[in-house]
């Protein structure tokens, strides 16, 4: 099983990013998908989810600036990311799990069941 995030990159405060992830290797009927973040120095923390009836749930700082969306036919999940901020500045990790009864849920990360490799997004000031 393999998450493959893509669409990172470097854009100046205001801007926008569009992040994806392409889940391969098993079909992810049913899981809740979504994006954790990490800053320099800081914990891993919850950013969006997506379940795989397209209910979702957002972070407080990114609430209104950032959208999660998945296409289930294409095991494929983005966070569209506008008004980027310093703050924002992190390497942005795709996740899955399964048997989450709502996306919420996904924000107790010792709930995910997998993780794809990080992508750097660095919001310029």
């Known amino acids: 099983v393999q998450l493959q995030a893509s669409g990172g990159g470097l854009v100046q405060t205001g801007g926008s990013l569009r992040l994806s992830c392409t889940a391969s290797g098993r079909t992810f009927s049913g899981y809740v998908m979504g994006w954790f973040r990490q800053a320099p120095g800081k914990e891993r923390v919850f950013v969006a989810a997506i379940s795989w009836s397209g209910g979702t749930y957002y972070a407080d700082s990114v609430k209104g600036r950032f959208t999660i969306s998945r296409d289930n036919a294409k095991n494929t999940q983005h966070l569209q990311m506008n008004s980027l901020k310093p703050e924002d500045t992190a390497v942005y990790y795709c996740?899955?799990?399964?048997?989450?009864?709502?996306?919420?849920?996904?924000?107790?990360?010792?709930?995910?069941?997998?993780w794809g490799k990080g992508t750097q997004v660095t919001v310029s000031s």
């Open positions: 996740a899955a799990a399964l048997g989450l009864p709502t996306a919420q849920a996904m924000s107790v990360a010792g709930l995910v069941g997998y």
